[in-house]
């Protein structure tokens, strides 16, 4: 088993802070964008702007240096869940203001 150098290590770390911020963020202009469109917790409309604001990350990562053949399920996994939990946050947030 090999030790990984510092550069490794460095590479690692970042890669891992990009695949959490970015799921926040994307998660967070999701809620923005679902309480746009729709205006009702029980309208499809707002998962489906979940939907595709987890699949418009696939490219943003590529753009960032990340490789996608590298990223394994249990990545993407924690990438979707990342991007649900701050979509919801988010938009229920937005949802309860006018309360």
Known sequence: MTEKTGEEKEKVYQDN???TFVPVIFGMIGGILSSLVASESANNFGIMVLILIIMTQIPVYEQLGINKKE?????????SSMTFF?????????????A
């Open 71 to 79: 990223l394994k399920p249990k990545d993407w996994f924690f990438i």
């Open 17 to 19: 802070l990009k695949k």
């Open 86 to 98: 701050s979509w919801f946050v988010t938009w229920g947030l937005i949802l309860n203001i006018g």
